[in-house]
T-cell receptor, first 115, second 113 residues
Framework: GAVVSQHPSRVICKSGTSVKIECRSLDFQATTMFWYRQFPKQSLMLMATSNEGSKATYEQGVEKDKFLINHASLTLSTLTVTSAHPEDSSFYIC???????????FGPGTRLTVL | QKEVEQNSGPLSVPEGAIASLNCTYSDRGSQSFFWYRQYSGKSPELIMSIYSNGDKEDGRFTAQLNKASQYVSLLIRDSQPSDSATYLCALVDLYSSASKIIFGSGTRLSIRP
């Protein structure tokens, strides 16, 4: 149980384009999903917290207009990196938890490379 | 002061020995603690959660929590080369309404054959 998937696993795009990453909880309903970014040899940095049906809460320093998050259902959240630039190249990981639980289950991650 | 502190390593342990990973935290009121394993290029995988003082064992893994001293540790018995990874200590952010997790920077563990 507690399986989280992400799609795509790897994406390469040109600078200035937008990229959408999907995060799905496959066998449970995720009331809250989290989006992280991890640069090489660094720990995970939380970008935003999203609750189903409401606006995401962004961490300080994360541009909400650049990183669009939608949590339209209890099993799906999407992160759209708009007008991507090479400095946005990173490993993006989502996690999900159920209501009342404090354990997060991580997706396999999406490696974004912006040329 | 970082909220979750870990030695970055690398920690090198011979195969078959016990690997001991340590973590300290700054907020005395923290209640929920986790150890995640992360292989290079992969996302974190939950190994153990611990909420009460003392030891919690699961297979070759034992988590230890001492709230008075504000440390959490992870012991890996009979270390295998497949245990070579970065181990992340984490706790739930008390001041978050959404169970945000605060991660340490991780300890790189290398098991040498």
């Amino acid at each position: 149980g507690a399986v989280v998937s992400q799609h795509p696993s790897r994406v390469i795009c040109k600078s200035g384009t937008s990229v959408k990453i999907e995060c799905r909880s496959l066998d449970f309903q995720a009331t809250t999903m989290f989006w992280y970014r991890q640069f090489p040899k660094q720990s995970l940095m939380l970008m935003a917290t999203s609750n189903e049906g409401s606006k995401a809460t962004y961490e300080q320093g994360v541009e909400k207009d650049k990183f669009l998050i939608n949590h339209a259902s209890l099993t799906l959240s999407t992160l759209t990196v708009t007008s991507a630039h090479p400095e946005d190249s990173s490993f993006y990981i989502c996690s999900a938890e159920t209501s009342g639980a404090d354990t997060q289950y991580f997706g396999p991650g999406t490696r974004l490379t912006v040329l | 002061q970082k909220e979750v502190e870990q030695n970055s390593g690398p920690l090198s342990v011979p195969e078959g020995a016990i690997a001991s990973l340590n973590c300290t935290y700054s907020d005395r009121g923290s209640q929920s603690f986790f150890w995640y394993r992360q292989y290079s290029g992969k996302s974190p995988e939950l190994i153990m959660s611990i909420y009460s003082n003392g030891d919690k064992e699961d297979g070759r893994f034992t988590a230890q929590l001492n709230k008075a001293s504000q440390y959490v540790s992870l012991l890996i018995r009979d270390s295998q080369p497949s245990d070579s990874a970065t181990y992340l200590c984490a706790l739930v952010d008390l001041y978050s309404s959404a169970s945000k997790i605060i991660f340490g920077s991780g300890t790189r563990l290398s098991i040498r054959p």
